[in-house]
């Protein structure tokens, strides 16, 4: 089974990513042949800085190898390094009926949000169908909010093969059953776009800061405090042990146990749940050959793949 997934770079990651994305996607890697990629061409839908995208991909790549995705077992490539996917997006143009995309709640989102109507964002889940079929991926792991775009796939791919012939398999897409949603600082969805998070990879005085910002009710010291809803029992439920959860919550409902302790003991759990992500990324980062040289082979493999359905494609339509 063939199993495909694409993120998009986008800054730095907080660990409402790594408990509702990054997580998943390393577990995936052992379940079928694993194809993970850098989403670079879909990143230019919304012009990013080009500056910025460089950077923001080298990141991403840095961020999936540190959390646990593993070059031995997932290939892990920058979908820039094949343009074929691109061709394919040409072909397909010309079987995706305009009202399918029409309909795409993402467009219509991004252009409420301000952004620019222009036509990559338009066209995006036609190159979308395009990383997913060209690999002839079977199941494609994604969240909630990419459903429709595994629809519009579907539809595209069923186009084209009636029109052409069988040529490419039709993805499932694997979305997760429950991923609670990660708690901010500030007790919202923890988000970038709230400045509300707490880093992975942050200083541990700027992860302790965050954690001190916490909001809590104002009880006392010596009062009982209700543990079903406070955002540092949640945050550490993350991170702790049902044990240690059931003793975290046993002090709130005894009294005499602050928010201050509270937030102390959930600092110490997370930096040392992040500990040995944190020093492999160290690592990698004093070795960036290493982390091009995965993407190289990566890319390699993916080609290869693409290669072969690009072959098929081609003939079917009359290109060659
Ligand atoms: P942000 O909201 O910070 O901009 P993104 O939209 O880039 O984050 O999200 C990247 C991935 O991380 C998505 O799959 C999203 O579902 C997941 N994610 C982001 N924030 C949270 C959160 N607070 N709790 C759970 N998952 C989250
Ligand atoms: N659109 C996806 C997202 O925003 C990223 C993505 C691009 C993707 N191409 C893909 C995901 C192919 C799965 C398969 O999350």
Not at 66 to 72: F, L, N, R, S, Y
Not at 81 to 95: A, G, K
Request: aromatic fraction near 8%; charged fraction near 25%.
């Amino acid at each position: 089974m063939r199993i495909l997934t694409g993120i998009q770079p986008s800054g730095t990651p907080h660990i409402g990513n790594y408990f509702g994305a990054m997580r998943q996607v390393c577990n995936i890697q052992d379940k079928g042949e694993t194809f993970i990629f850098l989403a670079d061409y879909h990143s230019l839908t919304t012009s990013p800085d080009p500056e910025q995208l460089r950077k923001n991909v080298l990141e991403l790549a840095l961020n999936y190898l540190a959390c646990g995705v593993d070059p031995q077992k997932a290939i892990l490539f920058r979908q820039s390094d094949v343009p074929q996917v691109c061709e394919l997006t040409w072909i397909l143009n010309n079987v995706t009926p305009v009202g399918l995309l029409e309909r795409a709640h993402s467009y219509k989102d991004k252009i409420a949000k301000g952004f620019a109507p222009n036509n990559g964002l338009f066209s995006y889940p036609v190159l979308m169908a395009s990383d997913i079929l060209i690999y002839q991926s079977n199941l494609v792991p994604v969240g909630r909010d990419q459903k429709q775009h595994l629809e519009i796939t579907r539809d595209i791919a069923i186009k084209f093969n009636n029109q052409y012939g069988e040529i490419f398999t039709i993805p499932d897409e694997l979305i997760p059953e429950e991923v609670a949603i990660v708690p901010g600082t500030d007790g919202q969805k923890m988000s970038k776009s709230y400045n509300n998070t707490i880093p992975i990879f942050g200083r541990e005085k700027e992860i302790r800061k965050a954690i001190m910002n916490v909001v809590t009710d104002c009880k006392s010291l010596e009062e009982p405090k209700d543990p079903e809803h406070c955002n540092v029992v949640a945050l550490y439920k993350l991170v702790a042990t049902p044990e240690e959860l059931e003793e975290m919550k046993a002090r709130y409902r005894a009294g005499n146990y602050g928010y201050g302790h509270a937030k102390m003991a959930l600092f110490e759990k997370l930096w040392a749940y992040f500990e040995p992500m944190r020093a492999r990324r160290a690592e990698l980062e004093q070795n960036l050959d290493y982390v091009w040289e995965v993407l190289r082979k990566g890319a390699e493999r993916a080609t290869e793949e693409a290669e072969k359905t690009m072959t098929r494609v081609r003939r079917a339509v009359g290109l060659r």
